[in-house]
């Protein structure tokens, strides 16, 4: 397939309003794609050059793409920087130059879709003394074959703002739809990515060898598992009536790190699958120390730790080491802890379908003691007043609270259900709820704010059903000065002219954005509303929203489809009803 082809795929995506429109795009042009290059497409929808977890970046500024576009057009650069102050978009300032015709003599055939990402790829991994030179003349080579279309789209990529609004559940309901008009294939293609987190790998397999190849995907040491979620309940009666006797765990308020061992060599992945290896070397030595295996897999949470008081720094203190520069410094300043509370891997054999029980007891049996690698605190129990008990005493700790744990139950990949429920200090009895939030757009700043260009942002939670973002609340506190200037500076590298494609909401703020920045927000309670879509059904009938929300910290290592979703919005907003009738009773 030529990549002009594609370059059409991205401008129908692009001018198209509804999702299902979208979804067919998506499938057209996977149904003529081939097995070598439907993989390299996978990556093009999802908007970057391989998954986060192999930690290649392409690593072009806007200034080498103007060099580039200046020497593929022999334009100069300051025309070129005059034309995108005019334009504010790399993109359309590559269209319009690109778009005057050339002389055919000075004309090179179209590219093929593999041709572009094979440059591209080069690009990402060329790195050195010089590499910035070396990018340029590579980017501009492949410019010199691009229509103004193509170059539109092309530039924006490598800019990470092309910003089409495809999410992952779209690209696999359009995978099933290549092999099934029924969708039925596609808990089969989820199950792979859960097990392998790179869909353009699982693509290619499907295209390569079917759904049985499909069935066949297995866990490998190196290419991280989408993480396990939890449920929540309101209160520990509820969770012994739900799971009976269980697992009580420490919910330390950290980093979610998944580790993977193989023959000395370790490698680190956060919750939304970003390769963190180099952030944590007191990590990798951890477990190069204390772990008695030749492979494994396991997950815990890092929190940054003061051993000569034994207590907890708050997570503003441990997100200071997620950081590419000043890492020795900071890990001896801030060491981590990291506690460990699932085994998901070891020395060649998968044990996800085992047990709970089981996976906990062989994780206990391979940690060295030692200062780094610890093993998450717990209890067993049926017993809802010990629960409670152990509930306390964490809060007093100053940990977020529980987990419960069904004994006999398998680590489900990408799951979110009762097997796991979590029970936190911010909403246990209270009329207080944290909900992870993605910020979908900004209102300016009116009276004091007017001086930042920002006075409050727009919150949407993920609705998992039509993989939608939904608005929940518009937020105003939470953040200092500088921080609502800083965040400003974020947004305005992702706004988007109009309401992105996955986003659902009736208020208009000033500036769209694409979905990717996730906060924790506290609120009074959930209210019904009029004019937020969470949970909205039809026109007439109401959504639900954040009565107070204000921000806690700063931003979430988290993916957008990660947020709380709507699905537990509604049941929070159940639980918060049964606390009042509770507290009235009383």
């Not at 080069?122 to 003349?137: H, L, Y």
């Amino acid at each position: 397939m030529l990549f002009s082809q594609l370059s059409n795929t991205f401008e129908k995506i692009e001018i198209t309003s509804k999702r299902l429109e979208m979804f067919d795009i998506l499938s057209e042009c996977l149904k003529k794609s081939s097995a070598n290059e439907v993989d390299k497409i996978v990556y093009f929808f999802q908007e970057h050059i391989l998954p986060s977890f192999h930690g290649v970046e392409l690593g072009i500024a806007e200034k080498m793409v103007e060099k580039a576009l200046a020497k593929a057009s022999s334009i100069s650069e300051i025309k070129i920087e005059a034309l995108y102050k005019k334009k504010g978009d790399f993109g359309l300032v590559a269209e319009e130059i690109l778009s005057v015709k050339q002389p055919t003599l000075f004309k090179s055939k179209s590219q093929t879709i593999n041709e572009v990402y094979d440059s591209l790829l080069k690009i990402a991994k060329t790195s050195g003394e010089g590499s910035n030179s070396r990018k340029i003349d590579m980017l501009t080579g492949i410019l010199h074959s691009c229509s103004g279309k193509e170059a539109k789209y092309l530039v924006r990529f490598v800019l990470g703002s092309l910003r089409l609004g495809v999410g992952d559940p779209t690209v696999m309901d359009s995978l099933a739809k290549v092999f099934r008009e029924d969708r039925s294939l596609r808990q089969q293609i989820e199950q792979a990515y859960n097990l392998c987190s790179d869909l353009g790998l699982v693509a290619k397999t499907l295209f390569e060898k079917g759904e049985k190849g499909i069935k066949d995907f297995k866990i490998k040491v190196g290419a991280p598992i989408r993480m396990a979620l939890a449920e929540r309940l309101p209160t520990p009666k509820e969770i012994i009536e739900k799971i009976g006797k269980c697992a009580v765990e420490t919910k330390y308020d950290g980093l979610r790190i998944q580790w993977h061992l193989q023959d000395g060599k370790v490698e680190l992945f956060s919750r939304n699958l970003e390769r963190m290896t180099h952030m944590f070397p007191d990590i990798v030595k951890g477990i190069k120390e204390q772990i008695k295996a030749k492979s494994a897999i396991g997950e815990g949470e890092a929190v940054a730790f003061n051993e000569e008081s034994n207590e907890f720094f708050p997570f503003q203190v441990t997100i200071t080491r997620k950081r590419k520069h000043g890492v020795d410094e900071q890990a001896k300043e801030y060491p981590l802890v990291l506690f460990s509370f699932d085994l998901l891997y070891l020395d060649g054999k998968d044990i996800t379908e085992e047990p709970y029980v089981y996976r906990r007891d062989i994780l206990s049996k391979i940690i060295k003691k030692g200062f780094t690698i610890r093993e998450a605190e717990k209890i067993i129990t049926d017993d809802p007043k010990k629960l409670e008990k152990f509930f306390e005493e964490n809060i007093e700790k100053g940990t977020e609270g529980i987990m419960a744990k069904r004994l006999d139950s398998p680590y489900q990949a990408g799951g979110r259900n009762f097997n796991w429920i979590k029970l936190k200090r911010s909403y246990k009895g209270e009329l207080k709820d944290t909900i992870d939030v993605v910020i979908i757009g900004y209102f300016k700043g009116r009276g004091m704010r007017a001086k930042f260009g920002i006075g409050a942002l727009l919150g949407a939670v993920y609705d998992e059903k039509k993989d939608m973002f939904k608005s929940i609340c518009k937020i105003g506190s939470g953040l200092t000065e500088e921080k609502w200037l800083e965040i400003r500076k974020l947004i305005d590298k992702i706004k988007v002219e109009r309401k992105p494609i996955r986003v659902d909401t009736i208020i208009e703020p000033d500036v769209y954005c694409s979905p990717k920045y996730v906060f924790t927000v506290m609120a009074d309670e959930i209210t019904k509303s009029p004019i937020h879509t969470a949970g909205k059904k039809s026109e007439s009938d109401t959504g639900y929203a954040l009565r107070f929300p204000r921000i806690q910290g700063w931003i979430r290592d988290k993916n957008p489809e990660d947020t709380t979703t709507v699905k537990e919005v509604i049941s929070l907003f159940d639980m918060q009803t049964r606390t009042k009738v509770v507290t009235m009773g009383k």
